[in-house]
């Protein structure tokens, strides 16, 4: 999978870094705030309240 | 091939072949001295690149015998070599992808943790500095007594003298996601602070700022000082369980428990109303009554009258789990109109915290 991303990726070494660290980055950032949040209450540790 | 070989190659003989050759080690070039040995070790290799541009020493003996070949060892692991892997079939290829992906998700989960134990500390703090500050604009312009509670904003602030002189959050009504993400939420409908009664807050006790991450640290008599727009109103930490019987004559009597008791009515039977009242608890998520004006007790058991002015304090047990609660009860002691004192430094040091 990853190879064959890599393989895809265009132009020489160093861009194809570049393109790598980028989307690396744009997937972590989409992690932490769209994903987790939305995921986050509706997991249950982190009920702090008696009801 | 030669049979130069050092005296520890022997391993590499089948037991049971003839023996190997007579062999010596090699005689040193003229003129320089044999490399030093520790006496009792067996003989090594000259070090270093062999100095071959000499006169060739003769020969040595066996030298020009028929070189013996041995068979490696069976299962013998110097001599082998990893043949080249053949290339991935669609089932490899199906495999690797497969092994990618597990390791993307554990990653994933990771970031998860986090997300959890760090980022939402971040996320929180801005809430909170927000909320902080709206909240000191409100008090800087309207002092009414009784605040109107808005679900989510903030309306009172919680200080903790010995968790540090800058502890402190704005207390949130309610204790949904959205309020807790801000900081400690009031139990909506339980009493007000300084209000006879149950005046309850939840928190969290991991991520999103942690407000309540060390509460099993706090002892009986530790104030915690509730600020409202008009007053500082002083709670002190009810009493453990292991303390109760021994309150008047044991931690009772010293002068920072002063205005804590047990909350026992000594003529009632089992100590009456408070029965179940204790500093500290530990209970099951479902045990709502915690909350409750008389905690534990139904939600008539006193009238409002003869209710104590407690203040509640919940938050997630153990750590990093969602198990059971963690109920810190503590009483009012004393209340001091803003008026009187400057800020929260000088009540500090007027009630001998700072």
């Known amino acids: 999978m990853y190879a064959w991303l890599w393989r895809k990726f265009p132009g020489p070494f160093a861009v194809k870094l570049t393109i790598a660290v980028v989307l690396a980055l744009g997937v972590v950032a989409l992690l932490m705030f769209v994903v987790f949040p939305w995921l986050e209450p509706r997991l249950w540790f982190n009920e702090v309240a008696v009801n | ?354």
């Open chain 2, 1 to 354: 091939m030669t049979t130069r070989e050092g005296p520890d190659d022997d391993r590499r003989r089948h037991p049971g072949q003839r023996p190997a050759p007579q062999r010596r080690p090699v005689p040193p070039p003229r003129g320089q001295l044999p490399p030093r040995q520790a006496p009792g070790q067996p003989p090594r290799r000259p070090q270093g690149p062999p100095p071959r541009r000499y006169t060739s020493p003769p020969p040595p003996p066996g030298a020009n015998e028929e070189t013996v070949v041995f068979a490696p060892v069976k299962g013998g692991t110097a001599t082998k070599e990893k043949p080249a892997p053949p290339p991935l079939g669609k089932g490899g290829v199906a495999i690797r992808t497969a092994g990618e992906i597990l390791i993307t998700l554990g990653l994933v989960v990771l970031l998860f943790m986090v997300y959890e134990l760090y980022v939402t500390d971040l996320f929180s703090a801005g809430k909170q500095s927000e909320a902080s500050d709206q909240l000191d604009g409100e008090w800087a312009h309207d002092r009414t007594l009784h605040p109107e509670l808005v679900d989510g904003k903030a309306f009172a602030r919680i200080h903790i003298p010995s968790f540090g002189v800058d502890y402190n959050f704005t207390i949130q009504e309610g204790t949904d996601d959205a309020s807790l993400e801000v900081g400690p939420g009031h139990y909506k409908g339980t009493a007000l602070p300084g209000e006879p009664g149950n005046f309850a807050v939840a928190g969290h006790r991991v991520g999103k700022g942690a407000p309540f991450n060390d509460l099993d640290n706090l002892s009986s008599c530790d104030q915690i000082v509730i600020e409202t727009s008009t007053d500082f109103y002083i709670y002190k930490v009810l009493p453990y369980d292991d303390e109760i019987e021994n309150w008047a004559g044991g931690k009772g009597a010293d002068p920072k428990c002063k205005g804590v008791s047990t909350l026992r009515d000594p003529n009632a039977e089992e100590g009456g109303a408070y029965s179940e009242t204790f500093g500290r608890k530990v209970v099951l998520p479902s045990q709502g009554t915690a909350v409750n004006p008389v905690p534990y007790k139904d939600a008539d058991a006193l009238p409002k009258a003869q209710q104590a002015a407690l203040l509640t304090l919940t938050t997630c047990h153990p750590q990093f789990s969602a198990k059971e609660r963690l109920i810190i009860t503590s009483v009012l002691t004393q209340q001091v109109p803003k008026d009187q004192v400057k800020d929260y430094g000088d009540l500090l040091s007027k009630i001998g915290e700072a």
